[in-house]
């Protein structure tokens, strides 16, 4: 029978009164699905928060500290903020009722506290349903096959019956498929240092973390961080914060700061560009780094126009869209395409991490796999795989990510120099030669219009790259193209 976890009644059976604590081993517990009946389920839309919130009920239920008193309910948060709100974690003898501890499993999932709590005193089974609904975290469900049986109800799930009890399932109903939940990425300094690196390796397939700023700052976590990345199998990047000027010498001081200090699971460094740097310094920069390290920039979503001939060619591009900035992500405000992570909010929760932390999520095409691989130095790889591309890679046009059959004549009229330099980046994908000749098969005219001889000879260099097959240059035949070598 499916699992449910709530708090249920003191050591007497009773509402009021009970000790601190759980006295009997009762009062908050695990135990088989009811009807109690419950009229309507409050179901996650992020099936991380799901997970966060039916884990910490399961551990707040097996600590014995953890008593029932509605009197004293709100003493369990507390003693949950001294430990990131983690159930599990609380030492001191405290109390709760099953709506104060399941809103303690809600902000453990992500939720701010500000949202269910007010005046230091919990949402009650009356007046949680708004409180969750207004966040958007939750679908609220009221279908028969929902409320009346668990078996299309998630682990996560809250199940409640308004006005009077609240509960978490935590276990799949049989009729449910397990959710395919995204790892948690911070970027993490200073400001929130690691203290949980177990949960942090469980949770996390890739870490970030500042290293230095300008040419003196060292990050004072910089030695800890890389020491518990390396204990721990955890693949991980650094980043410096680049101050306006003289931004080639900001990035080696980065490189002579860490070079010897990283290990067999660093991946690479990261140039933070959000202070007003000038775009070519900010290349130098990067053309510097990129010759000798995998490398990567980070911009703010407001900067795109001005670095975009930039980050538009590099291999790895990471972008900072915040929204509603909640802890949680949405799909309602994306990055730019052509950004292969994205980072959404600066007050998101990941275990092992006291406080608020940035999150970010890669976006598709780009994979796992392109921020935790470790390949060869950029020079040593060019010698056993041959060269990338010498030649300026195309920038697309405002307003759209992609090039397709059309522009240059009766569309996009404006930008033949950038669908000129497409076309000679598919001719030498296809030839080896940027430019064009009778006598090359597959070799075309870069002559800025993209008509039917470009759509094959695009379609030609998508297969040999790996890309969709389509005839329109996007976001990911930009990628893979920037990634080839002959």
């Given at each position: 029978?499916?699992?449910?976890?709530?708090?249920?009644?003191?050591?007497?059976?009773?509402?009021?009164?009970?000790?601190?604590?759980?006295?009997?081993?009762?009062?908050?517990?695990?135990?088989?699905?009811?009807?109690?009946?419950?009229?309507?389920?409050?179901?996650?839309?992020?099936?991380?928060?799901?997970?966060?919130?039916?884990?910490?009920?399961?551990?707040?239920?097996?600590?014995?500290?953890?008593?029932?008193?509605?009197?004293?309910?709100?003493?369990?948060?507390?003693?949950?903020?001294?430990?990131?709100?983690?159930?599990?974690?609380?030492?001191?003898?405290?109390?709760?009722?099953?709506?104060?501890?399941?809103?303690?499993?809600?902000?453990?999932?992500?939720?701010?506290?500000?949202?269910?709590?007010?005046?230091?005193?919990?949402?009650?089974?009356?007046?949680?349903?708004?409180?969750?609904?207004?966040?958007?975290?939750?679908?609220?469900?009221?279908?028969?096959?929902?409320?009346?049986?668990?078996?299309?109800?998630?682990?996560?799930?809250?199940?409640?019956?308004?006005?009077?009890?609240?509960?978490?399932?935590?276990?799949?109903?049989?009729?449910?498929?397990?959710?395919?939940?995204?790892?948690?990425?911070?970027?993490?300094?200073?400001?929130?240092?690691?203290?949980?690196?177990?949960?942090?390796?469980?949770?996390?397939?890739?870490?970030?973390?500042?290293?230095?700023?300008?040419?003196?700052?060292?990050?004072?976590?910089?030695?800890?961080?890389?020491?518990?990345?390396?204990?721990?199998?955890?693949?991980?990047?650094?980043?410096?914060?680049?101050?306006?000027?003289?931004?080639?010498?900001?990035?080696?001081?980065?490189?002579?700061?860490?070079?010897?200090?990283?290990?067999?699971?660093?991946?690479?460094?990261?140039?933070?560009?959000?202070?007003?740097?000038?775009?070519?310094?900010?290349?130098?920069?990067?053309?510097?780094?990129?010759?000798?390290?995998?490398?990567?920039?980070?911009?703010?979503?407001?900067?795109?126009?001005?670095?975009?001939?930039?980050?538009?060619?590099?291999?790895?591009?990471?972008?900072?869209?915040?929204?509603?900035?909640?802890?949680?992500?949405?799909?309602?405000?994306?990055?730019?395409?052509?950004?292969?992570?994205?980072?959404?909010?600066?007050?998101?929760?990941?275990?092992?991490?006291?406080?608020?932390?940035?999150?970010?999520?890669?976006?598709?095409?780009?994979?796992?796999?392109?921020?935790?691989?470790?390949?060869?130095?950029?020079?040593?790889?060019?010698?056993?795989?041959?060269?990338?591309?010498?030649?300026?890679?195309?920038?697309?046009?405002?307003?759209?990510?992609?090039?397709?059959?059309?522009?240059?004549?009766?569309?996009?009229?404006?930008?033949?120099?950038?669908?000129?330099?497409?076309?000679?980046?598919?001719?030498?994908?296809?030839?080896?030669?940027?430019?064009?000749?009778?006598?090359?098969?597959?070799?075309?005219?870069?002559?800025?219009?993209?008509?039917?001889?470009?759509?094959?000879a695009v379609k030609a260099a998508q297969k040999a790259i790996g890309a969709n097959v389509d005839g329109v240059f996007g976001p990911q035949t930009l990628r893979l193209a920037k990634q080839f070598t002959r």
């Amino acid at each position: 029978m499916t699992k449910i976890a709530h708090a249920s009644g003191d050591e007497r059976h009773k509402l009021r009164g009970g000790k601190a604590g759980d006295q009997t081993g009762t009062e908050v517990t695990i135990r088989e699905w009811y009807n109690r009946p419950w009229n309507c389920v409050l179901h996650w839309r992020d099936p991380i928060m799901a997970e966060r919130c039916a884990s910490n009920m399961e551990r707040g239920c097996r600590n014995d500290r953890i008593g029932y008193n509605q009197d004293r309910r709100n003493t369990a948060l507390v003693e949950a903020r001294k430990v990131n709100y983690d159930m599990g974690r609380i030492t001191k003898p405290c109390e709760t009722d099953c709506s104060a501890m399941a809103m303690l499993a809600c902000i453990y999932a992500g939720i701010p506290e500000t949202a269910l709590y007010k005046n230091g005193n919990s949402a009650t089974t009356s007046t949680l349903k708004a409180r969750l609904k207004a966040t958007g975290a939750v679908e609220i469900r009221t279908a028969d096959k929902y409320t009346k049986s668990p078996d299309y109800n998630s682990r996560g799930d809250l199940l409640l019956y308004e006005g009077h009890h609240v509960a978490v399932q935590i276990e799949d109903g049989k009729n449910v498929r397990p959710a395919k939940t995204e790892m948690l990425i911070p970027d993490i300094s200073h400001y929130h240092p690691v203290n949980d690196w177990a949960a942090v390796k469980e949770s996390c397939p890739v870490m970030f973390s500042k290293a230095t700023q300008g040419t003196e700052f060292v990050d004072s976590t910089l030695k800890d961080f890389v020491k518990g990345c390396e204990q721990y199998n955890i693949p991980y990047w650094l980043y410096t914060y680049l101050n306006r000027g003289n931004e080639l010498a900001q990035t080696k001081f980065l490189v002579e700061t860490c070079k010897d200090l990283v290990g067999k699971n660093f991946i690479g460094f990261v140039l933070d560009v959000e202070a007003n740097n000038k775009p070519e310094n900010v290349r130098k920069a990067y053309d510097w780094l990129a010759k000798r390290y995998r490398a990567m920039i980070y911009t703010g979503y407001s900067d795109y126009s001005k670095y975009k001939e930039i980050v538009l060619e590099i291999p790895l591009w990471w972008e900072a869209r915040y929204g509603k900035n909640d802890g949680s992500y949405s799909s309602a405000y994306p990055c730019h395409s052509g950004a292969d992570m994205h980072q959404y909010t600066s007050r998101g929760y990941c275990p092992g991490i006291p406080g608020k932390a940035d999150l970010n999520r890669i976006v598709p095409p780009a994979s796992t796999e392109d921020f935790t691989l470790h390949t060869a130095a950029p020079a040593e790889e060019a010698a056993r795989e041959g060269k990338p591309y010498a030649g300026k890679y195309p920038v697309f046009a405002s307003g759209r990510d992609c090039y397709k059959q059309g522009d240059g004549i009766t569309t996009l009229t404006n930008y033949p120099t950038q669908i000129k330099r497409l076309q000679m980046l598919i001719n030498w994908i296809n030839t080896g030669d940027t430019v064009y000749s009778k006598r090359i098969t597959g070799s075309i005219a870069a002559d800025g219009k993209y008509g039917s001889d470009t759509v094959k000879a695009v379609k030609a260099a998508q297969k040999a790259i790996g890309a969709n097959v389509d005839g329109v240059f996007g976001p990911q035949t930009l990628r893979l193209a920037k990634q080839f070598t002959r």
